[in-house]
């Protein structure tokens, strides 16, 4: 299964000289836990509402005066979108990363996986496994015979 799944809806970006309060501004107006950080529309960084907590909350920054750039992770694993799912999952459990943006071939981010993604695909598809299995179950107990009736027949 190919990436390009994850690649509907838009990614959100800021650039690295944006103060921290700016940052979580973005967060909160966009319902996320992520941007991406881009200098001169390349990926430079991510920056994750776990960074700002423990990277300027929990060291007593300014985030009035911090900057994306203090606080952001620089150079962060990434994924080409001709991968598969199989080898994003291998990159996320090495790397040890929870969210991993996708990019076309000249570079370009055009989507981001995060795990709760991956979670929720894997609900859909064991939910769909179930309802086959339990399908199954139903067509082969109305075709199957009552018991008594097997004895009867062989009784007869």
């Known amino acids: 299964m190919a990436l390009q799944r994850f690649c509907k809806r838009p ?3 800021v650039t690295p000289e944006k103060t921290i309060l700016e940052a979580c501004r973005l967060l ?3 319902n996320i836990g992520c941007l991406l950080v881009e200098e001169h529309s390349k990926l430079c960084g991510i920056l994750t509402d776990r960074d700002i907590a423990l990277r300027v909350t929990g060291q007593g920054k300014d985030p009035q005066q911090t900057t994306v750039w203090d606080v952001m992770t620089p150079n962060p694993v990434r994924i080409g979108a ?6 994003l ?3 996320m459990h090495e790397e040890h990363v929870r969210r991993v943006p996708i990019l076309d071939g000249s570079g370009n981010v055009i989507g981001i996986v995060t795990l709760d993604d991956l979670l ?3 609900g859909d598809e064991m939910s769909d496994m179930a309802k086959t299995v ?3 179950l139903l067509r082969q107990s109305s075709t199957a015979k009552p018991e008594a009736y097997h004895w009867w027949a062989a009784h007869a």
């Open 120 to 122: 929720a695909l894997l």
């Open 89 to 91: 999952t291998i990159l």
């Open 28 to 30: 909160e107006e966009r």
């Open 11 to 13: 990614v959100v970006t």
């Open 82 to 87: 001709d991968h598969t799912l199989h080898e």
């Open 134 to 136: 339990a399908e199954g």
